[in-house]
């Protein structure tokens, strides 16, 4: 008798099928006036796929992404890598000549653009602009159906670009498997669950949002895009039932000085990363209500790789102590394997 093995490469993929099959009906994504459950996020991104593939997007192709966080660029992070391609979200702030680098470094094949930052894309490259056109490319793609998964988890779902101290910015290689473990590990990290709203204050282009466009999904929870972190604006989002954000520690320190900081009428979650939040920054968000999560990441890392892992006990601790654990960072997250820090030496 013989035996057939068979297995699903892992791939985020997998995480939208699931929540589109799971919680059909419930909200995915809110931008603005307009609102996706999970069975027409699926579509969208299905649509964007074929529509890339229509367009010549063959496996490996890299396909760049020049958006604030919103809707599209959250189905981009799943339609381009459903036609195989591969998905360069770059970092709007940066200046055109660098943008041009990066387009020209990644071999960008296509870019779906912003309308606010046509300007900043060379000529030569094909742009399809958010908003109609991208409209119109989803609604005329063709119906022959896009492959299910890869055929190789260690394929190429992105390039990222993150810019050093010196020289120009360098591009960093994710896979669907290293993207699959790494949303996981922020779910996990985050206690993401289907009820969760979570606000896009990080941006998606960097290191594709700590992976958080996958992990939410895979939890089946709500992304409320931010355009632009405006202190008054999050607060306002937070009083309307935000769950979870993440953010740099400046982020954080605009938010317990707005003039709307106020305690919480509901448990927000929020991990911090980037820089080293201080003792005092952390106790100003819990006093709001927050509970801070600190990790420490690099893009080669996908985001987030070492965290502070929190014991029960040490919530009785005093204040001041307590503010300090919260302030470390240093243990290998769960999936992550091992760390070392090492010295010049």
Not at 16 to 21: E, P
Request: a negative charge; charged letters at 20%.
């Amino acid at each position: 008798m013989s035996v057939s093995h068979c297995r699903d490469e892992l791939t985020p993929l997998l995480l939208l099928a699931r929540s589109a099959r799971v919680y059909p009906d419930r909200v995915a994504v809110v931008d603005g006036e307009r609102a996706f459950t999970y069975a027409e996020l699926a579509a969208r991104a299905d649509a964007l796929g074929r529509a890339l593939r229509d367009a010549g997007i063959e496996p490996g192709d890299r396909v760049a992404a020049l958006a604030p966080n919103r809707a599209e660029l959250l189905e981009a992070h799943f339609g381009v890598p459903a036609c195989g391609g591969v998905l360069c979200a770059i970092n709007i702030r940066l200046a055109a000549p660098e943008i041009a680098h990066i387009l020209e470094h990644s071999r960008a094949k296509l870019v779906l653009c912003d309308p606010e930052l046509r300007a900043v894309v060379p000529e030569g490259i094909r742009v399809i602009e958010l908003g109609a056109p991208y409209e119109q490319l989803l609604a005329g793609a063709s119906a022959r159906p896009l492959a299910p998964w890869p055929e190789q988890e260690e394929a190429r779902i992105s390039v990222n670009y993150t810019s050093g101290t010196t020289g120009r910015p360098k591009g960093v290689v994710y896979s669907h498997r290293g993207a699959y473990l790494a949303a996981l590990e922020q779910l996990i990290e985050a206690q993401l669950t289907c009820d969760s709203r979570y606000l896009w204050t990080l941006p998606m282009f960097h290191c594709n949002g700590w992976t958080y466009p996958w992990a939410v999904t895979a939890a089946g929870a709500t992304h409320v895009c931010l355009r632009k972190v405006d202190p008054a604006v999050v607060w306002r989002e937070l009083r309307g039932g935000i769950t979870h954000l993440c953010a740099a520690p400046t982020v954080l320190t605009s938010l317990y000085s707005h003039p709307d900081a106020a305690p919480l009428e509901r448990p927000l979650r929020i991990v911090t990363a980037g820089a080293p939040p201080s003792p005092t920054v952390i106790a100003r968000m819990e006093a709001l209500g927050a509970t801070i999560v600190h990790a420490y990441g690099l893009t080669e890392t996908y985001g987030p790789f070492t965290v502070c892992a929190w014991p029960g006990e040490w919530d009785a601790l005093p204040d001041e102590q307590r503010h300090r654990l919260r302030a470390r960072q240093g243990v290998p997250p769960l999936i992550g394997g091992g760390v070392r820090v090492l010295d010049a030496e």
